[in-house]
């Protein structure tokens, strides 16, 4: 991992992001592209104004985190100001910047919007070309420490093992591994089995501190919540999906609950598109 981008909006959500990219960073001798976007907004005499005053606040802002975190890093800090719509903005400078990881900041929501991230994370998530993290104002841990890799029987749940390997690896975390049945059919269990046994081998080979547990539950994300809570992780590791009808990235409902309502940091890894892409439940 080379080069990290972190949405910046100066909100204590995305101040925390930073804090958490900047150790991040440090692990893998990688640089911080600070991000922040001037909204589009009418050509009225008022709002070009309005608009570069914006630049300017945000210039001075991000100098100011340039300064703060500069010397704290092996390496090195830079900031980018785009105008447009943030995610769409976030998303190409990424591409642009070949960036590894995207880290922003998010609030959780409740009630009858509980499914939708309904901002702009939820879209930089969903079309981000690398892994994201998003992570809530209130987490205050240094590390991840502890990390659960929540896995089903989906063919592309596996697909998150291997960046979670190496974030566990460069934080010395221990990655708990949970099997989650949905149902009773004896060959999705099975099935899940297989996929729990691969994922030990693998972190073993990389010498990763881990141990495998099971649970059943059809409410997937509610369980993965409970166990993150039981067994104090710091970080949980998801999937986004293909929608194989207008093969693109989604994010299912399942996710959206993570993501809302953990009050954890979250890992999201892309599905790439599998041959034998299955239909069934993804997001864990």
Known sequence: MKNMLVAI??????????RIAVSIANLFEANILMVNVCK?????ALYPVTREMHRKEAVKRLERLVEKYQDKLNGKIEYKIRN???????????KYSDSDLIIA????????????????????????????ITIREDYNEETFSSILLPLDASTDTRQKITFTTSLAKAFGARVNILGIYQNANKKDQHKINIYCKQAK????RHGVKNETHYTQSRKVADAAIEFAKKMET???SIMSEIDSS????????????????SGFPVLCVHAKPLFNYQTTFKGV
């Open 9 to 18: 909006d100066f909100s204590a959500s995305s101040m925390n992001a930073l």
């Open 40 to 44: 589009p907004c009418s050509d009225d």
């Open 84 to 94: 447009g719509y943030v995610y769409d903005e976030i998303v190409n400078q990424a």
């Open 105 to 132: 900041g998010t609030h959780g929501i409740s009630g009858v919007e509980e499914f939708f991230m309904g901002s702009n994370a939820f879209r930089i998530v969903t079309s981000s070309p690398c892994p994201t």
């Open 201 to 204: 081998e693998y972190l073993d």
């Open 234 to 236: 710091s970080l949980i």
């Open 246 to 261: 207008a093969f693109r990235r989604v994010l299912g409902n399942q996710a959206q609950r993570i993501v809302n309502h």
